[in-house]
């Protein structure tokens, strides 16, 4: 029998009430509403829920922050109901602070005015997860990970497809990280791969106050020991840095990848597919240079469609950018373990058409 969908009007007070309790303190809390709605959206969440209290609310609030609007609404989403990677067991005063630092405006007028249309959105979302008639393959692995099968060189070889925010990775030896041909990294608080690694990999204070910004600093060392402090390098080029706290996560290494060339006069960037196809095959050649370099040596690696954000490719354009040097690099025989991270139910549907084969896209530019 099919679980009632549950009534909107008490959504957004549960959604406060794990706002104020956090993730980590769901158990045993009355939060009908939202459990209705995760047993509507996926019947094995709810199974979930009794073996893990709270798994199947935090399971149905990942998925529909996942589909707010990237930037600083889904941004603020993850901070204020502890989505963000590392926020989960923050007061809710500091995880409300940062949100409100999301949008620069003070935590009083966040409180009374943000901090309700965001609720109200995720809320929205909630109820159109619910509202679809059973888990659809596209959701139903969303916050998870699958495994895509494919053939490279005639031999076969299997895929992971991560379909999660990548700061949510774990124990993948190595990600690569889109990068301006400056490595100047964006702003901790944006929404990008690239600024989501760095908030994930910065060390923090018992507070949440950040102690230590490593990619920054690790990147800027790069720059000045290659000389290349301030000035453009070639697209394509990869810097390696360590991973900063994701360590902890068992994220050994950082890559970051020189795809993005800044427009003159404007905030957009140029993205062409060939720097895109150029960058993964030096990253697989750095990736072989420091491999036994470490203990374990470094085996799996780590794509994000590059280029596909403000980059302005299409996913299908990033993707058979991306895999035109994977498929090249597994083909030799490499023995790599390949991953891919995205985050919509589209980009993932694309990339677990590979073994149908892609075909380049038409470049979606940037627009000024």
Not at 35 to 62: D, H, I, K, N, Y
Not at 181 to 206: D, I, M, T
Request: proline share 7%; net charge positive.
């Amino acid at each position: 029998m099919a679980s009632p969908l549950p009534d909107p009007s008490s959504l957004v007070p549960e959604l406060k009430e794990v706002r104020r309790a956090g993730l980590v303190r769901l158990r045993g809390r009355a939060l009908p509403a939202l459990e209705s709605a995760a047993e509507a959206t996926s019947g094995s969440t709810a199974a979930g829920a009794a073996r893990t209290p709270g798994a199947a609310v935090e399971a149905l609030l990942r998925l529909a922050v996942s589909g707010l609007d990237a930037g600083t609404l889904r941004t603020a989403a993850e901070y204020t109901l502890g989505l963000a990677q590392g926020t989960r067991d923050w007061p809710a005063s500091d995880r409300r602070a940062r949100a409100a630092g999301v949008y620069g405006v003070s935590v009083e007028r966040f409180r009374k005015d943000h901090e309700v249309m965001v609720l109200e959105q995720v809320a929205e979302h909630i109820l159109r997860l619910a509202a679809e008639p059973g888990p659809a393959p596209s959701r139903a692995g969303a916050g998870t990970h699958r495994t895509v099968h494919v053939t490279a060189g005639g031999r076969p070889v299997a895929l992971t497809l991560h379909v999660h925010p990548v700061d949510l990775l774990r124990e993948v030896d190595v990600v690569v990280s889109p990068s301006n041909v400056y490595f100047a990294l964006p702003e901790p608080y944006k929404a990008s791969v690239a600024a989501s690694l760095r908030r994930a990999a910065a060390r923090r204070g018992v507070t949440g106050d950040v102690q230590a910004d490593p990619l920054h600093e690790e990147l800027r060392a790069w720059a000045g020991g290659y000389g290349v402090a301030g000035r453009a390098v070639l697209p394509g080029t990869v810097a390696a840095t360590g991973s900063g706290a994701l360590a902890e996560r068992g994220v050994r290494r950082i890559y970051h990848a020189a795809v993005a060339v800044p427009r003159a006069g404007t905030n957009d960037y140029d993205v062409l597919p060939s720097d895109v196809t150029r960058a993964v095959s030096r990253a697989f050649a750095v990736l072989a240079e420091e491999r036994q370099r470490f203990d374990p040596p470094l085996r799996s690696v780590c794509f994000p469609l590059l280029g596909s954000g403000r980059g302005g490719l299409s996913y299908q354009a990033g993707l058979a950018a991306v895999w035109a040097a994977v498929e090249a690099e597994l083909a030799g025989g490499a023995p790599w373990e390949v991953h891919f991270v995205v985050r919509t139910p589209e980009a993932a549907a694309l990339v677990e058409r590979i073994p149908a084969g892609i075909r380049p896209a038409h470049d979606r530019r940037a627009t000024g």
